[in-house]
């Protein structure tokens, strides 16, 4: 470099940001502009990054299968244990807006990928401190945006690159990538019983020959407390964590079952007011008694005569979905009741039973009945269960009963069991493997290196400070492995070097292992999109210079009420007001009414009509909406009629 010139100005508290000329020797001899930020745009630039690195670093211990675990407790004592980065940062409280960026960048790749939620935090926070060091450099953040932007398309070349093509109808490679992603879960230890349940629950209810995505809403994940996560299990059929009715003897086993699903209530009606029927002749009462049995008895026939013998009521919040009455009857008609089915269960009901739901009685026939080989309520230690099995046309849902010895096991196990599907559906979006261990960031970061060595200017920094950030997930597999971190990622470097692109870190053995011969794998779209939106998301910091805090709304001043008129300058319509009565108030919505020589305190809420507010004295009407047009209308009308 040479003649390094600063521009100086005569007061230096308003001096424009100044450029610095330098010449950069071999690189084509052009000069070019370093750029130096004015403070205020430091110190925004600088808190945003440090505060969002805060919560990259919060997380950064959980990656990995030796990571650690947080626990997290929430405003209403709840209490988690987890190592899923989603889960900890959409529980954590996060104040500064930077920060929130990246638990929304956690939520996004939760979307897209299913896992990968640590990383793709790490990556982001590693690529901020990287920021750092570039505008101090006097580096200018959009040439760093940009040039960012160039280095995570070049890193997703690469991954395509060294990706393997997959079959799915390969179900051990299936099963190696839900157990790379269980074995950094807490039910690590379960991996091998949850991994083919994942696998086959996916693989149930696609085609694997034409399916692009998976709808994992079809696959219904159930939790029951008692017994251990070894007795979590795969159905074809449906499970309720309630019991069937036992209020009047009725069947807890049913073969052949034919399953209506009701909407209506089987109890007496109501009326949609609030109504109260005294009743004072025994007469009446016994004659009211009778039409609420037969009214009931006529539904409960209804339900008979259509071939019925199981029926799943839904949950009401009006009033009683059935009574003792109703209850009796399906028991006499040795018909299965399970009730209080909620409402965002009906849509999988029905496609998993191929039955209908109806609405009214009258609508209830035989063609909106669903079928299934039995149903049978079964004991667990923490209550009872209802289970339907030998559904007719199995593989548009499935159902995995995920069990656990308490709370917080379940809750993480059902956590795991979400995230191996997510891989599955991860790989059969996008059909390729990589290996695992930190061998694709490493790779990365080699080739990033080599290519940045083929540019010129400022782009050869920001490329190699890309690739430099993204050794911090190999560094931190190896760091909370306990391994002596700085010798590892050399060596796994070296390995690389030679051409081993499958090289990782074996946390299990502590040292360099053949990831692919360790069978340890992960999809494709995992790593592609965690470069994506970390890329993304950094750039969006990057390019934010100032924070400027929102005017509060408002809500609209309401004018002053005009004083009212006296006797001797009221027109003859004010001249002698009357008080609202009671009816009136009712009538028209009445509050309050300033009046001429009405005192203050009781006024109104609603524009009137000219005739109605001559009967009441009006001067000043309120309008309880704040709304400006009624305001308008409401003022007008007794100021054009009354003078005031």
């Avoid at 879960?185 to 694997?208: C, E, G, N, T, W």
């Avoid at 006529?298 to 799943?312: E, P």
């Avoid at 020589?597 to 001559?614: F, Q, S």
């Amino acid at each position: 470099r040479v003649s390094v010139k600063r521009l100086t100005h005569s007061n230096p508290q308003t001096s424009p940001a100044f450029l610095r000329f330098t010449w950069m020797e071999g690189r084509g001899g052009k000069p070019s502009e370093t750029y130096k930020e004015k403070e205020k745009e430091k110190d925004v630039r600088h808190a945003n990054i440090i505060s969002a690195k805060a919560v990259a670093d919060a997380v950064r211990t959980s990656l990995g299968p030796r990571g650690m675990d947080k626990m997290v407790s929430t405003a209403s004592g709840e209490v988690i244990i987890t190592n899923d980065g989603a889960t900890i940062l959409k529980q954590m409280e996060v104040l500064h807006p930077a920060a929130k960026m990246l638990v929304e960048l956690s939520k996004s790749q939760d979307i897209e990928a299913g896992d990968g939620t640590t990383s793709v935090v790490v990556i982001a926070g590693s690529l901020l401190n990287q920021c750092i060091s570039l505008l101090a450099k006097g580096i200018h953040p959009t040439t760093i945006a940009d040039t960012f932007q160039k280095a995570a398309d070049k890193a997703e070349q690469i991954l395509e690159s060294i990706a393997v093509k997959l079959d799915l109808g390969d179900r051990d490679a299936l099963l190696r990538s839900a157990s790379t992603s269980l074995s950094s879960k807490v039910v690590s230890q379960h991996a091998a019983q949850l991994a083919p349940m994942a696998v086959d629950a996916v693989l149930r209810v696609i085609d694997p020959a034409t399916a692009t995505s998976v709808d994992l809403r079809d696959i219904r994940i159930v939790k029951k407390l008692g017994g251990t996560v070894d007795d979590t299990e795969l159905i074809d059929g449906l499970v309720f964590t309630q019991k069937a009715s036992h209020a009047a003897g009725g069947p807890t086993r049913v073969n052949n079952a034919k399953i209506g699903l009701i909407q209506f209530c089987l109890s007496a009606p109501k009326t949609d007011m609030e109504n109260n029927v005294i009743v004072s002749d025994y007469a009446a009462m016994d004659r009211i008694l009778k039409e609420e049995r037969d009214y009931i008895l006529k539904m409960c026939k209804k339900i008979q005569k259509a071939g019925c013998n199981v029926l799943l009521i839904q949950k009401s919040i009006l009033r009683d979905a059935v009574n003792d009455y109703s209850l009796h009857f399906l028991a006499k008609m040795k018909i299965m009741v399970v009730k209080d089915i909620e409402r965002d269960e009906i849509e999988f009901i029905c496609k998993t039973l191929g039955c209908l739901p109806i609405a009214s009685a009258e609508s209830f026939a035989a063609e909106k009945l669903g079928k299934a080989d039995l149903v049978e309520e079964m004991s667990t230690s923490d209550g009872k269960l209802v289970k339907i099995t030998g559904v007719p046309n199995p593989g548009k849902t499935v159902t995995i009963l995920c069990r656990g010895s308490n709370k917080l096991v379940i809750d993480e196990a059902e956590r795991s069991i979400h995230d191996a599907l997510c891989v599955i559906r991860c790989l059969v979006k996008k059909r390729y493997l990589l290996a695992g261990g930190g061998a694709p960031e490493i790779e990365m970061a080699l080739q990033l290196a080599r290519y940045a060595n083929t540019l010129a200017g400022m782009e050869t920094y920001c490329v190699r400070a890309f690739a430099d950030a993204l050794d911090i997930v190999p560094y931190t597999l190896a760091e909370n492995a306990g391994l002596n971190a700085i010798s590892v990622v050399t060596e796994l470097r070296n390995r690389h070097a030679q051409g081993d692109t499958a090289a990782g870190i074996n946390v299990r053995k502590g040292g360099i292992s053949n990831m692919i011969e360790e069978q340890v794998l992960q999809p494709l779209l995992v790593s592609l999109s965690a470069v994506k939106l970390a890329t993304e998301c950094v750039r969006m910091i990057l390019k934010i210079d100032d924070i400027v805090q929102a005017a509060l709304i408002k809500p609209p001043q309401q004018p002053c009420p005009a004083p009212a008129p006296t006797a001797a300058t009221a027109p003859p319509c004010c001249a002698s007001p009357v008080m609202p009565s009671m009816a009136e108030r009712t009538r028209y919505g009445l509050e309050m009414v300033v009046a001429a020589g009405v005192e203050a305190g009781r006024c109104m809420i609603a524009p009137l009509r000219r005739p109605v507010m001559r009967r009441l004295g009006a001067s000043v009407i309120i309008s309880r909406r704040h709304d400006a047009f009624c305001l308008q209308n409401a003022i007008a009308t007794p100021t054009q009629d009354c003078g005031s």
